[in-house]
């Protein structure tokens, strides 16, 4: 048993404030388990999401080089590389911050922009087909980055909760109640040394 005190003097008025420390501590342990317990249950809910988004992501970025692939077959690398160059972007995205128990993180938000009209020879009617699937890829890994940002740091935050609930719990809150502890039986103690003191004067 952790039988540490921290260093106070054993009067009264470090008695009384102690106990109202003490208090304060058990208050504030049982806010953090109470948090450690709601970032528990949230952390599964995203764990439910990130292999959502996980298992979409894949199967987005498997059926985009699917089409690149036939578009490669076709059109050959040479014109795929020049069909690709000076294209404008497909996606859109914001990122704004959101928060969930005090813990900070994006929201991404992704949006598909209209496809611009390619007027070059030798492009395939697979191209077109490739830029939909891959611009679908891409919003697709943006929403998994979200998932996966939001349960990575979800999971840091309810380390750092339970380091300090273990903390209080198994140190701090021990301490304060060993001091406690020890400054009552000093006092007691001197209560009883000046009774018996008040005891042998009035026998005399």
């Known amino acids: 048993m952790n039988q540490q005190r921290i260093k106070a003097p054993p009067t009264k008025n470090t008695l009384l404030s102690l106990k109202k420390q003490v208090r304060f501590l058990q208050d504030g342990h049982a806010l953090l388990e109470r948090k450690r317990e709601l970032l528990t249950r949230l952390i599964y809910q995203h764990i439910d999401e990130y292999r959502a988004q996980r298992e979409?992501?894949?199967?987005?970025?498997?059926?985009?080089?699917?089409?690149?692939?036939?578009?490669?077959?076709?059109?050959?690398?040479?014109?795929?590389?020049?069909?690709?160059?000076?294209?404008?972007?497909?996606?859109?995205?914001d990122i704004i911050p959101k928060h969930s128990l005090g813990v900070e993180f994006p929201a991404i938000n992704a949006r598909e922009l209209p496809l611009q009209p390619m007027g070059l020879?030798?492009?395939?009617?697979?191209?077109?087909?490739?830029?939909?699937?891959?611009?679908?890829?891409?919003?697709?890994?943006?929403?998994?980055?979200?998932?996966?940002?939001a349960l990575g740091r979800l999971m840091a935050e309810q380390r750092k909760a339970r380091k300090r609930v273990n903390a209080l719990k198994y140190n701090i809150i021990p301490k304060y109640l060993n001091t406690i502890r020890y400054i009552e039986s000093v006092l007691e103690e001197e209560e009883r040394n000046v009774l018996f003191q008040i005891k042998l004067l009035r026998e005399r």
């Open 121 to 149: 020879l030798g492009t395939d009617t697979s191209f077109d087909e490739t830029r939909k699937q891959l611009t679908a890829a891409a919003i697709q890994l943006a929403r998994l980055g979200e998932a996966e940002m």
């Open 56 to 93: 979409l992501a894949r199967n987005a970025i498997k059926q985009a080089y699917h089409w690149m692939s036939i578009s490669y077959l076709r059109m050959g690398s040479r014109s795929l590389h020049q069909a690709g160059l000076g294209i404008k972007p497909s996606v859109e995205i």
